[in-house]
């Protein structure tokens, strides 16, 4: 079992409270088109618009400004080549502090200028997790930053959880909320603040067939690590944290899976139909609603878009 | 000289009222990053989320909702083979009438395929001016629609006046706003409105030099129609109409001109740091604003972002 202390509705609206001026109140569209397709109403939260183009933003901030000063002062460090990366770089230089973010070597020359763009310092190291996992270790020693994990940290959590938060604010009466599962911060995130706020609807993850550990350990019921993840949604790829395995064996509904193919043909549809720029990711519970449309029939969805970094001279449509 | 009658700002607040039932309205983003660039604080207002994909929705629903019953009953109908026939086969079958969508034979299949998705019925015709307006004359005679030409029309223009309306209703003081011009209807409304409501705002047009017939005609203080117009800016392609070149002759500060590649470079850069999809058109303001720094270093300005309406398999940046 495990003495965990997860937040409280009041905590996540107190998070809201302190990362707001950091970050972007983004906007829910919607699109008729696809609202035909789907035979449901579908609701966007766009956290492709958010700061740093992701959600990540929400959890980073929250994480930096709950630490106290002393430990602040020193600095902040994580090991990510992706939006986690960005989003604390960000979060640090808004905040007032530095943060070191362990890349691996190989990592895309796009991700690391992101990095620095926001006044990250990078270490590099070589392209594994052991390597990743030491190096780490070496900088937090040296420097004294305090690590912020991306999504197995109970305040990156709290800060995911202010989106649902956002999305309830607009008064709208969701039947159902879909996100996409790599890690879980969002979706655990999401299934909390869903549960305070309206324990009757249905929190759902989705997550690609060729990365499919969340829906796997949620079956299970015990974390099924995965092993050698193959998909386009290069942003899922991480397996279940253990605080977000808790939180969605208790609030998910359940985990739905799609195909590559499927996130494809989902992401161009709202590239056109909704003129929004997203990465593979974010399509997923799309792809997951136009899958299983029985689930979902004449009902309200809200669906998450996390997140919009993806190279747009390499789409996967063209 | 002229006898036309233009709209007051009651005639574009009632416009408002007119339309909102059937138009989104549409969010105003922000990027830090883009601001950083072009040393001044910038308002998207993005009209590429609006029904349809383009501002060309306000108008072609203003227009068709001001028909008397007794002519709105035959059907609407106009010639075009850009954004505005498919907004006013939406606009009509939205309001429960008939559009009768004149268009060139070698029209792209997509266009086609919007108007057909919006239940407009399709007049193909030899693609050149002269068979376009023959074949509208035909049509006009033969079912009794209402011609609702696509700029060059007084309730179009008070309709894609109401989008600096909601500009306006926002409480920002904007110093300057822009929008791309090609016939004129949303330059011309844009600047009436904001005549009415803050005379001391600059309101720009902004072209590419491939078809700068607005800014040449801008200067000569007559209508210059633009002769083979060569630009990647495809909605920008048509010449003033009358209208419109009166409306800006009296109330725009100027007109800019960019070249293709500033055009791409700014498009790219709203796909990438805004996430959003826009057609090359509606990078021009922006490609206008980053060639013309001196004009407004840190000033407030709005950039109306036009359009969506774009290949996303055929990006100018792959």
Known sequence: MHDYRFPQLLDVKQAYQRIMAYIHHTPILTSEAIEKMADCQLYFKCENLQKVGAFKARGATNAILKLPPELKQNGVAT??????????????????????????????????????????????????????ETTLEKVVEETGAAFIPPYDYMDVIEGQAT?????????????????????????????????????????????????????????????????????????????????????ISKHVKDILTVTDEEIIAAMRLVFER?????????????????????????????IIISGGNVDVSKLPFQ
């Not at 989003?87 to 796009?110: D, H, K």
């Not at 869903?194 to 499919?212: L, N």
């Not at 899922?236 to 808790?246: D, M």
């Not at 997923?284 to 979902?296: D, Q, R, S, T």
Request: aromatic share 6%; glycine share 10%; net charge positive.
């Open 163 to 247: 989106c649902a938060l956002e999305m309830w604010d607009e008064g709208i009466p969701f039947d159902a909320i879909i996100t996409p599962v790599g890690g879980g911060g969002l979706l655990a995130g999401t299934a909390l603040t869903t549960h305070y706020i309206s324990p009757r609807t249905e929190v759902y993850g989705a997550e690609p067939k060729g990365a499919d550990d969340a829906q796997r350990s949620f079956k299970a019921k015990e974390i099924i690590p995965m092993e050698n993840p193959s998909t386009i949604a290069d942003g899922l790829l991480t397996s279940l944290g253990q605080r977000n395995f808790i939180l």
């Open 274 to 302: 909704m003129k929004l720029v997203i990465e593979p990711s974010s399509a997923v519970p799309l792809a997951a609603v136009l899958a299983n449309k029985g689930l979902f029939r004449n009902k309200k969805v809200g």
């Open 79 to 132: 090991h990510s080549s992706g939006n986690h990366a960005a989003a604390l770089a960000r979060a640090a230089f808004e905040t007032g502090t530095t943060a070191y973010i362990v890349m691996p070597s190989n990592a895309p020359a796009i991700k690391k200028a992101a990095v620095k763009s926001y006044g990250g310092k990078i270490i590099e190291c070589e392209p594994n997790l052991k390597a990743r």
